[in-house]
């Protein structure tokens, strides 16, 4: 089963860091693009950083020079290091890759993680 697992997530004061960690598993064959997303409550979904398979990295506005999306490609795991936290970065912060499962040649799929809360409040 292919699925990708978040951690790091938690309850953090503003102006800390906090780093989230999300690693894929299951029967995969190759990894494309990989990004970080968050829904804070009564929002939409919204991408916070994405990082193709050649490190070009895109940051929502938001969170420009204070967020770092960064991935191990021999561990298909990818990073988002947070810092100088504010209280509006409060929300479930989901990872999303293309991967492409079964065999060498199969389908490219997007897959999602469970999501993760971060909280920054004093």
């Known amino acids: 089963q292919v699925q990708l697992v978040e951690s790091g997530g938690g309850l953090v004061q503003p102006g800390g860091s906090l780093r989230l960690s999300c690693a894929a598993s299951?029967?995969?064959?190759?990894?494309?693009?990989m990004g970080w997303y968050r829904q804070a409550p009564g929002k939409q979904r919204e991408l916070v950083a994405h990082?193709?398979?050649?490190?070009?990295?895109n940051y929502a506005d938001s969170v420009k020079g204070r967020f770092t999306i960064s991935r191990d490609n021999a561990k298909m795991t990818v990073y988002l290091e947070m810092n100088s936290l504010k209280p509006e970065d409060t929300a479930v912060y989901y990872c999303?890759?293309?991967?492409?499962?079964?065999?060498?040649?199969?389908?490219?799929?997007?897959?999602w993680g469970q999501g993760t809360q971060v909280t920054v409040s004093s």
């Open positions: 999303n890759a293309n991967l492409r499962t079964g065999w060498a040649f199969g389908p490219v799929g997007e897959y």
């Open positions: 299951g029967r995969i064959f190759g990894v494309s693009a």
């Open positions: 990082i193709t398979n050649g490190d070009n990295t």
